[in-house]
C-alpha cells in the first residue's frame, strides 16, 4: 500500500529565509507526486508535479522540488519565504486505479507560519 | 476554464439527517473524484469516476455513502443517517486523463449538531 510521511506538523520561518519542507513515501513502483497547498476553508492547488525525467521539477509560485529514489523523498524548497506562504501544504502519491485514474495518498501536512 | 465547483460551501445538519452534496467538474475532465478530510489531516481518498461509471470506492464509503454521476457531468454525494464523524470537508476533484494532476475544488465543509 503506498503512503506519505509529512514529518513535520509546523514550520515556521521569517519572510525572506529559505524553506524546506520534507516528504517520504512508500510505493511498490515508479510513483507519480505531487505537492499541493491549501488556504484555510479553501481546496488544494497544485504546486508541482513529478511524473518522469528530471528529477528536480520547477512550479508555481518559486517553489521546487527534488526527487530523489534512493531516499523515497520528495522535498518542497523555496529561496527565499513570502508572507503570502503561509499555509499548509500536502505532499501526496498517485496510485494506480482501474481505468489509468490515480488515486492520491496524502501526508498530514506541514502547517507552514511566515514571521514579518 | 471556470473551476471545479461544488455546492453547498457550508452545511449545518442535525444528527440522523441526510445530506447531498454537488460537483461540478472542469468541463470536458472525464475523470471525477471525491476525497474527505478531517480536521488536521491530508484529504483521503472516497471514490473514483471516469464519465458516469463508478470505477472505485474506498472502504471508508460506508453503505450509508452513495455518489452518482448520472450524465457523466457533474457528480452528487449523499450521506444518510449522518453520524458526528462525517463532519469534515468533503473535496471534489477532476482530472481529463488519469495522468493529469487533480483539480481541486473548495470543497463542502459538513457540521454535524
Known amino acids: 500500500a503506498q503512503s506519505v510521511t509529512q514529518p513535520d506538523i509546523h514550520i515556521t520561518v521569517s519572510e525572506g529565509a529559505s524553506l524546506e519542507l520534507r516528504c517520504n513515501y512508500s510505493?511498490?513502483?515508479?510513483?507519480?507526486l505531487f505537492w499541493y497547498v491549501q488556504s484555510p476553508g479553501q481546496g488544494l492547488q497544485l504546486l508541482l508535479k513529478?511524473?518522469?525525467?528530471?528529477?528536480l521539477v520547477q512550479g508555481i509560485k518559486g517553489f521546487e522540488a527534488e526527487f530523489k529514489r534512493s531516499q523515497s523523498s520528495f522535498n518542497l524548497r523555496k529561496p527565499s519565504v513570502h508572507w503570502s506562504d503561509a499555509a499548509e501544504y500536502f505532499c501526496?502519491?498517485?496510485?494506480?486505479?482501474?481505468?489509468?485514474?490515480?488515486?492520491?495518498?496524502f501526508g498530514s501536512g506541514t502547517q507552514l507560519t511566515v514571521l514579518p | 476554464d471556470t473551476g471545479v465547483s461544488q455546492d453547498p460551501r457550508h452545511k449545518i445538519t442535525k444528527r440522523g439527517q441526510n445530506v447531498t452534496f454537488r460537483c461540478d467538474p472542469i468541463?470536458?475532465?472525464?475523470?471525477l473524484y471525491w476525497y474527505r478530510q478531517t480536521l488536521g489531516q491530508g484529504p483521503e481518498f472516497l471514490t473514483y469516476?471516469?464519465?458516469?461509471?463508478?470505477?472505485?470506492k474506498s472502504r471508508l464509503l460506508s453503505d450509508r455513502f452513495s455518489a452518482e454521476r448520472p450524465k457523466g457531468s457533474f457528480s452528487t454525494l449523499e450521506i444518510q443517517r449522518t453520524e458526528q464523524g462525517d463532519s469534515a470537508m468533503y473535496l471534489c476533484?477532476?482530472?481529463?486523463?488519469?495522468?493529469?494532476?487533480?483539480?481541486f475544488g473548495d470543497g463542502t465543509r459538513l457540521s454535524i449538531l
Open positions: 476533484a477532476s482530472t481529463p486523463t488519469g495522468d493529469q494532476p487533480q483539480h
Open positions: 510505493y511498490g513502483a515508479t510513483p507519480y
Open positions: 513529478y511524473f518522469s525525467g528530471d528529477t
Open positions: 501526496a502519491v498517485g496510485g494506480s486505479l482501474s481505468g489509468s485514474a490515480r488515486q492520491l495518498t
Open positions: 468541463s470536458e475532465h472525464n475523470r
Open positions: 469516476f471516469q464519465n458516469e461509471a463508478q470505477l472505485e
